[in-house]
Nanobody, 112 residues
Framework: QVQLVESGGGLVQPGGSLRLACIASGSISTSDMGWYRQAPGKQREWVASVDFHGRTNYADSAKGRFTISRDNAKNMVFLQMNSLKPEDTAVYYC???????WGQGTQVTVSS
């Protein structure tokens, strides 16, 4: 069993930045990792992922604004979010893709 704990969410004005962090209770070095989000009344959606080689992929909504990264030595994954928009408001979840584990989520609210 691996536990994932997200942090770094909060309230930010449009155009601002946040850096989310996810720490795992076990090794992530051989796992693909991802960030997902769920806005009120909407289904959870994929935002970005990084495989165990370090290759990254982004949803169209995140391209050019978000950067996913990982630190295997610290068992951590990060999501740097810039140029935030109100439509980025959601609970953001960290996921270990294989095996499948989810964190509890961290709230991101983009509002003036």
């Amino acid at each position: 069993q691996v536990q994932l704990v997200e942090s770094g969410g909060g309230l930010v004005q449009p155009g601002g930045s946040l850096r989310l962090a996810c720490i795992a209770s076990g090794s992530i070095s051989t796992s693909d990792m991802g960030w997902y989000r769920q806005a009120p009344g909407k289904q959870r959606e994929w935002v970005a992922s990084v495989d165990f080689h370090g290759r990254t992929n982004y949803a169209d909504s995140a391209k050019g604004r978000f950067t996913i990264s990982r630190d295997n030595a610290k068992n951590m994954v990060f999501l740097q979010m810039n140029s935030l928009k109100p439509e980025d408001t959601a609970v953001y979840y960290c996921r270990m893709i294989m095996p499948n584990y989810w964190g509890q989520g961290t709230q991101v609210t983009v509002s003036s």
